[in-house]
């Protein structure tokens, strides 16, 4: 079955066919590093990082590019907060650092670039120079606009016309534009103190005088670039003039993906991007999680809570253009469904490597099954990147290794095989790791139960059966199972841990 995946340029779900056989190009739009990254975020990097696991396990080479917007009056407006830094430049690197140890916590696989905005100033005052010269924008007052009605496909990705699209960017603009529609490509002066004012936190005094953003010479005079041309320009660098896949959010279709198509395809009379993947929103009761409403979970938060496998379970278990809420109840399904896998795994390993398992044991139901779980798998993320029936596949399977050993005192050597494969194989697409916990506090609370269980083994030996009795007893009390073997206590932790 070919990949299929739901275009949101033409509405349709159609079979996925990049330029190069052998080669993707996919471009996701990053954060504006302003806030510290939170399980809003993390759900489409999770998805976006599955959908590049998926490309590769099909056999392509994944030329994988994310921004990050480090030029913003959101990040002007943390200046001097929190031990923040003292300027933008300084805001931006501390919330990047988050970024990426946040992006390492989950698991995910590394971009190409993570190309940042500041670093694409020449090359975005060429793009817009281009679209000048190509009578597609025009400079008033030391700004660059973007002429809307120049750009006869505008509104093609949103399905809006032109004249019905509200005025874009900022209330002092208007008098400068031709069009309200039309939308800045670069901005004269520095960054606007009543845009930096509206993002401030409330009840924090930054005292002394507005912090001020970074500016850069241009032909045009002193100034910053606009949001929209910030990905066209960094996109076309790393990726050339034509993308394969541009992941993003839902709320990013307009004005900012149909702004990157106009300037795009003004400048290069080339389709920008082929596929347009959009994530769907991430909601936190009624409303969805975000940085500006301040009702977010930080992904360190979600890490330290759940685990990286039990995270990574929640946020694959709908699929990346369905909504999600973030609920006790849609967590504690997901600490169950990782928990079913994860005891399944260990079970089929302990079974495979026994001396039960035997050779010439062939339980043919077994093996069908797993077989079809695969397929099943496979069907599912063929269609669209279906991450929740992928997962369904996989627990499946995690059913099936149950049935066989809890039916048989001895066991299908083959068939088990098979089964710890497909586990790891398959869930290493949805970036779930069998062999332990990537990140998290999980490392440190296995090392505390252990120092706790030599601990208990030495009041054994001395006799203090009580005693030891009662560690087991605290230890249980927090969810942790110990098992007492001929070999010595082992221990199994709390789900996601």
């Not at 845009?195 to 910053?224: I, K, M, N, Q």
């Not at 909601?283 to 938060?301: A, H, R």
């Not at 369904?392 to 050597?413: G, K």
Request: hydrophobic share 35%; charged share 30%; proline share 3%.
């Amino acid at each position: 079955m070919t990949l299929h995946v739901t275009n949101t340029l033409t509405g349709e779900k159609e079979p996925f066919e990049p330029q190069d056989p052998e080669n993707v190009l996919l471009y996701y739009c990053g954060l504006t590093v302003s806030d510290p990254p939170h399980l809003g975020h993390a759900r489409s990097w999770v998805h976006v990082d599955v959908m590049h696991r998926w490309l590769e396990y099909l056999g392509y080479d994944v030329r994988h590019v994310e921004n990050f917007t480090d030029i913003n009056e959101k990040i002007v407006a943390r200046v001097g907060e929190d031990d923040l830094g003292d300027d933008e430049e300084t805001v931006a690197e501390t919330y990047i650092e988050q970024t990426l140890s946040s992006m390492r916590a989950l698991n995910l696989l590394r971009a190409e670039v993570y190309p940042r905005v500041s670093e694409h100033v020449p090359e975005i005052i060429d793009l817009v120079e281009t679209l000048i010269e190509k009578g597609y924008a025009y400079e008033s007052n030391g700004s660059v606009y973007f002429d809307v009605a120049s750009f006869e496909e505008y509104g093609k990705l949103s399905n809006q016309e032109p004249e019905e699209i509200e005025s874009q960017g900022d209330p002092d603009e208007r008098s400068e534009k031709r069009n309200p529609a039309d939308f800045a490509l670069w901005k004269a002066g520095g960054v606007d103190e009543g845009a930096v004012h509206e993002h401030r936190h409330e009840g924090v005094d930054h005292g002394g005088e507005p912090p001020e953003g970074l500016t850069w010479d241009s032909p045009w005079g002193e100034g910053r670039p606009g949001w929209h041309i910030e990905c066209s320009a960094m996109s076309m660098t790393h990726l050339g003039e034509t993308l394969d896949i541009h992941v993003g959010g839902r709320d990013l279709v307009f004005p900012h993906h149909e702004n990157e198509i106009a300037q795009s395809e003004a400048a290069t009379d080339e389709r920008f991007a082929n596929y347009w993947l959009h994530c769907e929103l991430f909601q936190m009761g009624d409303e969805k999680m975000s940085s500006s409403l301040g009702n977010f979970v930080t992904v360190e938060e979600g890490v330290d809570r759940l685990g990286t496998n039990v995270l990574r379970t929640f946020l694959t278990a709908g699929s990346y253009n369905s909504t999600q809420l973030y609920a006790d109840e849609t967590i504690a399904e997901a600490e169950e469904r990782w928990d079913r896998l994860e005891r399944a795994y260990d079970a089929a390993v302990d079974a495979v490597d026994s001396t039960d398992a035997r050779t010439k044991i062939v339980d043919e139901s077994f093996r069908t099954a797993v077989d079809e779980a695969r397929a099943s798998f496979v069907e599912a993320m063929n269609d669209d990147f279906n991450t929740r029936e992928a997962q369904s596949a996989l627990l499946s399977i995690a059913t099936a290794v149950n049935s066989h050993v809890d039916d048989r005192d001895e066991y299908d050597y083959r068939g088990l095989r098979e089964a710890v494969d497909a586990l790891e194989e398959l869930g290493s697409v949805l970036g779930l790791s069998f062999a332990g916990e990537t990140a998290g506090t999980a490392t440190l609370a296995g090392d505390v139960v252990e120092l706790v269980l030599d601990v208990r083994e030495r009041e054994r030996a001395d006799g203090n059966y009580d005693r030891a009795d009662e560690l087991r007893d605290e230890l249980e009390a927090f969810g942790i199972e110990v098992q007492d073997t001929d070999d010595g206590a082992s221990y199994r932790l709390p789900s996601g841990e």
